[in-house]
């Protein structure tokens, strides 16, 4: 009994030392690297995927994801707060790189934006192949009060994409009781349209993983594919030049992520849970990707 109490005590001393020893000596600590990163990402679980194929080669590696909007993600940027960065908004990106905040960009995936309502489909969109034409519609039902729509409202790069099919449309449907902004990520707000019968615009990857989880039972995808809805999600690393960040660690964990052991765990998730990759790698099309990128940059 007696041996056994000593045991414990040696080990519950142990564990203090150990942790006083990595906060006074932090070449002690396991090396880590800080990611904010679009909701997307996070949600549907491919970076944890990635970061998990990554720590087989770099056992002892601590990676923090940060999921939030891009553009909260591209702040953090800024700040100063992380090394790395995981964002699909190419108009705000472009700020932040010719600020110097970021550095050494790549476009790592793509997949697609959906407008998903209900199955009433009071606005008559199934089926349209121009998705601006689909959000023409919608305001129209939303102003004769006929249909919800369920903006993120946060500054994402889904929020960016949704502003920039009304400016498309010359409409500005912000402050009108059929618009409902949610001030949350994806999830959160597919959750509430789906509460309300309204309809919302979605990367596929978080739709398609709430929807087999059976939370999503009013939501039908009723709008899909072709190039105004294109994704492009990009990875960069912050100025190591402007900030204290941990740039050669992160920089091989963005390398993994680009090769092509990377870029087939990309090309290959969700196949087998969803029956359908929800993302692509950027290889698979990078040169479209790339210019497609340019034109969303800038502004066109």
């Known amino acids: 009994m007696k041996s056994r109490k000593a045991l414990i005590i040696i080990a519950i001393t142990a564990a203090i030392v150990t942790a006083i020893t990595a906060s006074y000596y932090p070449h002690f600590a396991p090396p880590s690297i800080k990611a904010s990163t679009t909701t997307s990402l996070y949600t549907t679980g491919l970076l944890e995927e990635l970061a998990d194929k990554f720590r087989l080669h770099h056992s002892n590696v601590i990676i923090k994801f940060i999921p939030v909007g891009t553009g909260h993600a591209l702040e953090m940027a800024e700040r100063g707060d992380v090394d790395m960065v995981f964002v699909h908004a190419p108009q705000l990106e472009k700020q932040y790189i010719e600020k110097g905040v970021l550095v050494e960009g790549h476009i790592m995936a793509y997949n697609y934006f959906i407008i998903v309502g209900p199955k009433t489909d009071p606005a008559k969109i199934k089926g349209?192949?121009?998705?601006?034409?689909?959000?023409?519609?919608?305001?129209?039902?939303?102003?004769?009060?006929?249909?919800?729509?369920?903006?993120?409202?946060?500054?994402?790069?889904?929020?960016?994409?949704?502003l920039l099919l009304w400016n498309k449309l010359g409409l500005n449907p912000q402050g009108q009781e059929w618009y409902i902004e949610s001030g949350?990520?994806?999830?959160?707000?597919?959750?509430?349209?789906n509460e309300k019968g309204a309809y919302t615009l979605s990367d596929i990857g978080t739709f398609l993983k709430l929807k087999c989880e059976g939370r999503l039972d009013?939501?039908?995808?009723?709008?899909?594919?072709?190039?105004?809805?294109?994704?492009?999600?990009?990875?960069?690393?912050?100025?190591?030049?402007?900030?204290?960040?941990?740039?050669?660690?992160?920089?091989?964990?963005?390398?993994?992520?680009?090769?092509?052991?990377?870029?087939?765990?990309?090309?290959?998730?969700?196949?087998?849970?969803?029956?359908?990759?929800?993302?692509?790698?950027?290889?698979?099309?990078?040169?479209?990707?790339?210019a497609y990128w340019h034109e969303l940059a800038s502004g066109e």
């Open 128 to 162: 349209l192949e121009d998705p601006i034409e689909a959000f023409r519609k919608i305001y129209n039902a939303g102003v004769q009060g006929k249909a919800l729509f369920i903006s993120r409202g946060d500054k994402s790069g889904t929020h960016v994409k949704e």
């Open 184 to 193: 949350q990520g994806m999830a959160k707000t597919l959750l509430l349209a």
């Open 218 to 290: 009013q939501l039908e995808i009723l709008v899909s594919g072709g190039k105004e809805l294109i994704n492009i999600y990009s990875v960069y690393l912050v100025n190591p030049e402007k900030f204290n960040t941990n740039y050669e660690l992160a920089k091989e964990f963005m390398e993994f992520v680009l090769s092509d052991e990377g870029q087939s765990i990309i090309e290959s998730y969700g196949m087998a849970r969803y029956n359908t990759s929800l993302f692509y790698s950027a290889k698979s099309n990078l040169e479209m990707l790339e």
